[in-house]
């Protein structure tokens, strides 16, 4: 328990250094972020976080997370380890959305995989279409799991035809309908 306080203390006072942000590819590659309590800004790693699995996440770089794409940009998030966490994001200081409201348990059920955090429908999650152009990343914390004062979540920014993330079951279910009803149409 000691070291968990230790690695919440040691985190929380690397949120508060300056940081310079980070340029970021929108190629689909997770970036880890760290947070503190409720109404505080999303700061980086330093690559102290947990790591992720499926997939592996980057936990270096930090707040403002800046791109260009010349097309539309999906921007995903996804809470990780104690469900709950919600976050407000911005791009240019302009609010693109919150995560989604769950049911706060802060029961860990997919530790710091993202695969299994996005089929479960316990993790808080935000997706939403960025315009072209240039692009500045922020968020701060707007719920807390119960019983965490802080954690890691991570991020994803894709340009293209990158298909939003769904929860795993929902999503096979729904496709195997969908080419059920193809099936049944040709053959009428």
Do not use: K
Not at 94 to 110: A, E, H, L, R, W
């Amino acid at each position: 328990m000691t070291g968990l306080v230790s690695h919440i203390l040691c985190s929380l006072a690397l949120l508060a250094l300056p940081a310079f942000g980070t340029a970021i590819n929108p190629d689909g590659t997770y970036h880890e972020f760290l947070f503190g309590s409720s109404g505080t800004a999303l700061g980086t790693c330093g690559g102290l976080c947990s790591p992720t699995t499926n997939p592996t996440s980057e936990s270096t770089s930090s707040p403002p997370w800046t791109f260009t794409s010349a097309g539309p940009a999906t921007l995903f998030v996804i809470d990780l380890f104690s469900p709950g966490d919600r976050f407000q994001f911005f791009d240019n200081n302009v609010s693109v959305g919150s995560t989604s409201s769950i049911t706060n348990s802060g029961n860990d059920t997919c530790g710091g995989d993202i695969g299994c955090a996005i089929s479960a429908v316990n993790y808080s999650r935000l997706s939403v279409l960025l315009s072209a152009g240039s692009h500045s990343l922020t968020g701060t914390v707007i719920q807390n799991a119960a019983g965490a004062p802080g954690g890691a979540a991570v991020f994803s920014v894709s340009t293209g035809a990158a298909a939003i993330p769904e929860p795993g079951p929902f999503g096979l279910v729904l496709g195997t309908g969908l080419v059920g009803i193809s099936f049944v149409r040709r053959q009428a």
